[in-house]
């Protein structure tokens, strides 16, 4: 059974920065996919970014040049610097972790930008 664990949301004022944990336990191939998806209230969930096991990233049109994420392999866990935080990036965000076929998610972690 694989288990996601989010830690480090909160309150932040614009132009802040928060950094986002993801630690990911259980039967998980080498070869994986994890990264951070967000979703706002009466919108659907979106795509964030996403790092796989070799390092390769991809990032929303909406976070590049403030968000990096980043892994640990050896410790199957994932990190989200976000930087310039907006009242847009307000929303819950969501570990996702693509693994032998199959995609697990966390319970989310909310993040809420405003002064």
């Known amino acids: 059974q694989v288990q996601l664990v989010e830690s480090g949301g909160g309150l932040v004022q614009p132009g802040g920065s928060l950094r986002l944990s993801c630690a990911a336990s259980g039967s998980i191939s080498s070869r994986n996919v994890m990264g951070w998806y967000r979703q706002a209230p009466g919108k659907q969930r979106d795509l964030v970014a996403t790092i796989t096991s070799g390092g390769s990233t991809n990032y929303a049109d909406s976070v590049k040049g403030r968000f990096i994420v980043s892994r640990d392999n050896a410790k199957n866990t994932v990190y989200l610097q976000m930087n310039s935080l907006e009242p847009e990036d307000t929303a819950v965000y969501y570990c996702?972790?693509?693994?032998?076929?199959?995609?697990?998610w966390g319970r989310g972690t909310q993040v809420t930008v405003s002064s």
């Open positions: 996702h972790l693509h693994s032998m076929l199959f995609d697990y």
